[in-house]
């Protein structure tokens, strides 16, 4: 997490930590994908000029979701 958690003025670093209910969580400095899939398909649509807006896709693979963020993110109607 590296400090990029904060719950209320309290920097959180242990995924396990509790937050009480209805606290203020703040994220600094995120990725925009959930994976560096996400950046790697982007600079594939970039690069060939792909534009995914109103498109259906298939994501047949099995990691953390890079890609499936990504197509959403851009305009893929569904993944």
Do not use: H, N, Y
């Not at 242990?14 to 703040?26: A, D, F, I, Q």
């Not at 060939?48 to 099995?62: C, K, P, Q």
């Amino acid at each position: 997490m590296a400090g990029q958690v904060s719950v209320g003025d309290q920097v959180v670093d242990k995924p396990g930590t509790r937050v009480p209910t209805g606290s203020e969580v703040t994220l600094r400095g995120g990725s925009p994908f959930a994976s560096r899939g996400g950046f790697k398909l982007e600079a594939a649509l970039e690069t060939f000029g792909l534009d995914v807006r109103g498109w259906t896709a298939a994501d047949v693979g099995a990691s953390t979701g890079g890609f499936v963020d990504c197509l959403l993110q851009r305009g893929a109607i569904r993944v």
